[in-house]
């Protein structure tokens, strides 16, 4: 009987650097899968279809909907994004920590339908280091990067459904820290049922043994 | 405004060796300090008043618990004992955290009055094993070691109230990793609380600045 994985939902501002946090999770630990989202967007220059995502159809990811086929999804701008569930399950059947990089409303559908996973928030140390690292990427608008900081406060009124809220001020700290929160969650008693009843039958035969 | 200090309960079955752990926790890192328990019980060879526990005689105990002056109190084989209130609160309100070393029934009034406390249970890896280590001592008479089978038995039955379950398998281990559940817990919202505001101030002017 193998232990189930851990489901983690990791969400954070845009610009608090999330994305390159999961990839050195996964680099740096060998417990994580990482689950790839499913889209109706088209793929931007570079992505490549299960890689950064599942490109598909709208027929398609309706018919997955249907089919009960997502954990979660939701349409941003026309667009579908969702969890596909058949990878999640797997992994956590094998015993490995699942990874979702989602949004808030995905993260609380998740929590809501998984209420032992993992909510991670990942934030910049302040709403001014945010701004620059929005603005330092140098890619953007300033149009779009005050649009996102709309959007950021927005998001951060949501916060405190997370379990835990990680400041993100040097990256490989983080990582590490995010990776003790999970071995924290390992030790919840909902995730020690199996020893807790082998030490309940066990004393429980000392004490009759004792009579 | 410094921030307020975690307040812990380590609880563990007799032989799970929570106090050798906190003996180390204590010299290893030093954000923590330790409340003595006050009880109306006769000192053993060797126990100091205001070390091991502050001893008082039952008027005085009575009275404490009448002027509110304790977390919690229990009265075992008719002997109280008690947490003393004041020392927890000045040490919390001073950034420190706080361990109490105190049982099932104590954690659970702890939890009930402060719902952000982190109650941690300490058990050994199975039942054979603390029962080896209760023989182990070669200081107790079959019957009290099978008395305390009996009432570990009953311990058994509450430890789902606790937020974490550690295994004591390795001592330094054990230690570590209760560190890092305190580590943990200061990263819950509730105790993000002035970050996460402090973000959205920020946040909202910026998204102004941007109208």
Redesign the interface.
Known sequence: MSKKGILMVISGFSGSGKGTIVRNMMEKYDNYALSISMTTREPRQGERDGIEYFFVTKEKFEQTIEEDGLIEYANYCGNYYGTPRAYVEEQLNAGRDVILEIEIQGALKVKKRFPESLLVFV?PP???E??KRLIGRGTET?EVI?QR??R??EE??G??A??????NDDLMTCVE?IH??V??AR????R?EA??Q???????E??KG?E
């Open positions: 934030t302040n709403a001014k945010l701004k300033p005050e900081l709309s950021a406060y951060s009124e916060v405190e997370y379990d835990y809220i990680v400041v820290e003790f929160l071995e924290a030790r919840a008693p909902l020690r020893l807790i082998q030490i309940r039958k066990e004393l429980k000392f004490a004792a």
